[in-house]
């Protein structure tokens, strides 16, 4: 990527040139300043164990060569809300958190890109000795979930297959600790969740998987970044560069799945042998894709989704939120 030129790059003739000179002398100034500002990557780390790139990049033995700075959240809709308040440059998430931003009246972000990987690991969870064995079986149940996630999109889901609807049981919107906390104390019938607390709620209080999301997510998870960050010279090529760092951290898990389940275990505080059970079972590897129109269209029916429920005010348009200045990175092999 060429950057632009510093204002001492600028000969003395084409300062004396007129006006027009001047302006952009101090344009080049004001993307210095403001780049100036920028001291680190401000890094969106959602969830622990595999999806958090800190530990995988330790265990992978990469050293990031750009300054980095580290934000930690439970979902992707509060990543949304991180960028929309400015306390982001660069996060991911869901195909689901941007579909309710794109209905709203403020989208500070643009996905750049797809994480595409695991639908396994996304799950409806039953407790130790629960007599519910089928999707059917939650008819009139209390069932927990994280509001603007995958979770709420697999569930409507998963209903409509079996001819249920959403008012056909008692959803319980709750964070991911709350989640956890009711689901370990008998407050739920089902949980819907993502990523470690599966394991977690598996090895610690004897949680039964009645469904995967297989079939029902389409294994898309959204690289987004902030419009300020992609426009400023010095975060966007620092966005290209993490990118870079991301997909050699990848291909290593990929071929180190045994020490990366003993890393992964030890982070999340479970036996070794449920995160193995758990690559065993994944759907797909994580692996970094470009904008296209298969990923718009994945959104899209997203969003479709959503809005034929009633849970998003309007029908949305997913298209504007994309942006394919970095496919050329993502494109690399």
């Not at 100034?29 to 995988?56: F, M, Q, V, W, Y």
């Not at 990049?57 to 990543?79: M, R």
């Not at 997203?302 to 429920?309: I, M, N």
Request: charged residues 20%.
């Amino acid at each position: 990527m060429t950057l632009p030129r510093s204002p001492s790059a600028l000969t003395r003739r084409s300062v004396l040139a007129g006006s027009g000179a001047i302006v952009g002398a101090a344009l080049l100034a004001g993307c210095a300043r403001e780049s100036a500002k920028a001291s680190a990557l401000r890094i969106a780390i959602t969830g622990k164990g595999e999806s958090d790139n800190r530990l995988l990049f330790k265990a992978a033995g990469i050293t990031p060569d750009i300054p980095l700075a580290w934000s930690e959240f439970e979902s992707g809709h509060l990543v949304v809300e991180a960028f929309n308040s400015g306390a982001v440059d660069f996060g991911g998430m869901s195909e689901i958190p941007p579909v309710f931003a794109a209905a709203s009246s403020v989208q500070s972000f643009r996905q750049i890109g797809v994480y595409h990987g695991d639908v396994n690991n996304q799950a409806v969870l039953v407790p130790k000795g629960s007599t519910i064995a089928s999707l059917r079986d939650l008819k009139g149940k209390r069932v927990g979930y994280v509001r603007a996630t995958t979770t709420q999109y697999f569930l409507i889901r998963m209903l409509e297959s079996v001819g249920l609807t959403w008012a056909d049981i008692t959803p319980i919107a709750m964070t991911v600790a709350d989640g956890a906390a009711a689901f370990g104390q008998g407050g739920l019938d089902a949980w819907a969740i993502y990523g470690f607390p599966i394991q977690r709620a598996m090895a610690h209080d004897g949680a039964r998987i009645l469904s995967t999301a297989l079939g029902f997510l389409s294994g898309n998870y959204i690289i987004a970044a902030h419009k300020d960050a992609i426009e400023d010279p010095v975060r966007h090529d620092w966005i290209a560069r993490y990118l870079a760092l991301v997909r050699k951290g990848y291909a290593w898990a990929a071929a180190n799945q045994d020490p990366w389940a003993e890393v992964v275990a030890a982070s999340i505080g479970v036996p070794v042998e449920q995160v193995r059970d758990q690559f065993r079972r994944k759907s797909a590897s994580f692996e970094l894709r470009p904008v296209d129109d298969k990923a718009i269209a994945s959104q899209q029916q997203v969003a479709d989704v959503f809005s034929s429920a009633g849970l998003i005010p309007r029908k949305v348009d997913v298209r504007p939120l994309w942006d394919a200045r970095f496919n050329p990175v993502l494109k690399e092999t």
